[in-house]
Nanobody, 113 residues
Framework: QLQASGGGLVQTGGSLRVSCKAS????????MAWYRQPPGKDRELVAAITTDHTTNYVDSVTGRFTISRDNVRRTLSLQMNSLKVEDTAVYYC?????????WGRGTLVTVSS
């Protein structure tokens, strides 16, 4: 199970940290990622982290978002800075590739202008 939390309402330029707690899976052996689904659009991968903590980001969030993981606490985090209106979305975590785990509810991030 993947449970995301930490979303909320923030103004443009603000910061927010979302987290995802994994349970019932061997978290440390999977490359993980954060995804987001803006209103009316498809879900997209925004940041990924491998088992050895190598990170990758889509261009639109590079330099603003930082993904991290804590294998002991089985937690995936995303620090989001300099938020923009276009970052508004429901944020989810899951595997980076392969057979996905069941998608959790996600956490809503709303950035107001």
């Amino acid at each position: 199970q993947l449970q995301a939390s930490g979303g909320g309402l923030v103004q443009t330029g603000g910061s927010l940290r979302v987290s995802c707690k994994a349970s019932g899976i061997n978290f440390r052996i999977y490359d993980m990622a954060w995804y987001r689904q803006p209103p009316g659009k498809d879900r997209e991968l925004v940041a990924a982290i491998t088992t050895d903590h190598t990170t990758n980001y889509v261009d639109s969030v590079t330099g603003r978002f930082t993904i991290s993981r804590d294998n002991v606490r089985r937690t995936l985090s995303l620090q989001m800075n300099s938020l923009k209106v276009e970052d508004t979305a429901v944020y989810y975590c899951n595997r980076q590739a392969g057979d996905m785990f069941r998608w959790g509810r996600g956490t809503l991030v709303t950035v107001s202008s």
